[in-house]
C-alpha cells in the first residue's frame, strides 16, 4: 500500500497525558498537512509543512500542540497535557507541491488517529 | 466503524436515482474547489475538483458544477449506488495560502436499495 498512513489508529490516553501520533505521508509528496476533525464536522486545518518547514500553524493549534517533519519525510503531532476536549479524529495529508504545469495538488488523506482523553 | 457525522443534513435517494448535494463556501478569491467522500472509520477520499476559471467538470459518474456569483458548489452523481453512500464534504483552498483546505458543512447520503 501506497498511500498515506497514520500510527497509532486509535488512542485513548488520561487527562494530562502526552501523547503522539505519526503520519508516513506518500513518498513524493513535498508537502504535508495535519487536520483535525470532530464528529459531525469537517475536517479543520492545524498546520502544514513543506519539505522539512513548518510553514503556517492554526490558531487552532495551541502551545500544546507540535509538530515536527524533521527529513522532510514522515511527521509526527505531540500534544501535551491533554485535555478533554482534544478528542478528535486527527488526520494527515499529503500532495505534490503546485507548480505551473505540474500537477493540481490534491491532498490524499490518512485514516486518521482517533484521540478519546478520559 | 464510528460514525463520521451524527447531526448531518442526509439526503435519502433510491439506487439508480441521481443525487445532488450542494455546498456554500465562503471565501470568493479560492482558486480551488474539491469533492470528498468519508466513509466511517477512514479518512476523507478524494472525488472531483474544479478551478475557479471552470464553471463545470465531469468525472466519472460524477459532475461539479461552480457557481461564483453565488460561491455556490454543486455535486452530482448520476445513478446512485449503494457505494456511494458516505458523508461528502466540499472544500476550498488557495494556492497563495499553500492550499490548505478549509471544508463545509458535510452531507449524509444514504442510498436506498
Known amino acids: 500500500d501506497t498511500g498515506v498512513s497514520q500510527n497509532p489508529r486509535h488512542k485513548i490516553t488520561k487527562r494530562g497525558q502526552n501523547v503522539t501520533f505519526r503520519c508516513d505521508p506518500i513518498?513524493?509528496?513535498?508537502?504535508l498537512y495535519w487536520y483535525r476533525q470532530t464528529l459531525g464536522q469537517g475536517p479543520e486545518f492545524l498546520t502544514y509543512?513543506?519539505?522539512?518547514?513548518?510553514?503556517?500553524k492554526s490558531r487552532l493549534l495551541s502551545d500544546r500542540f507540535s509538530a515536527e517533519r524533521p527529513k522532510g519525510s514522515f511527521s509526527t503531532l505531540e500534544i501535551q497535557r491533554t485535555e478533554q476536549g482534544d478528542s478528535a479524529m486527527y488526520l494527515c495529508a499529503s500532495s505534490p507541491l503546485v507548480v505551473a504545469g505540474g500537477p493540481s495538488g490534491e491532498q490524499y488523506f490518512g485514516p486518521g488517529t482517533r484521540l478519546t482523553v478520559t | 466503524g464510528e460514525s463520521v457525522g451524527l447531526h448531518l443534513p442526509t439526503l435519502s435517494v433510491q439506487e439508480g436515482d441521481n443525487s445532488i448535494i450542494n455546498c456554500a463556501y465562503s471565501n470568493s478569491a479560492s482558486d480551488y474547489f474539491i469533492w470528498y467522500k468519508q466513509e466511517s472509520g477512514k479518512g476523507p477520499q478524494f472525488i472531483i475538483d474544479?478551478?475557479?476559471?471552470?464553471d463545470k467538470r465531469q468525472g466519472q459518474r460524477v459532475t461539479v458544477l461552480l457557481n461564483k456569483t453565488v460561491k455556490h458548489l454543486s455535486l452530482q452523481i448520476a445513478a446512485t449506488q449503494p457505494g456511494d453512500s458516505a458523508v461528502y464534504f466540499c472544500a476550498e483552498s488557495l494556492k497563495a495560502a499553500g492550499n490548505k483546505l478549509t471544508f463545509g458543512g458535510g452531507t449524509r447520503v444514504l442510498v436506498k436499495p
Open positions: 513518498s513524493e509528496h513535498n508537502r
Open positions: 509543512f513543506q519539505n522539512e518547514a513548518q510553514l503556517e
Open positions: 474544479i478551478r475557479s476559471n471552470m
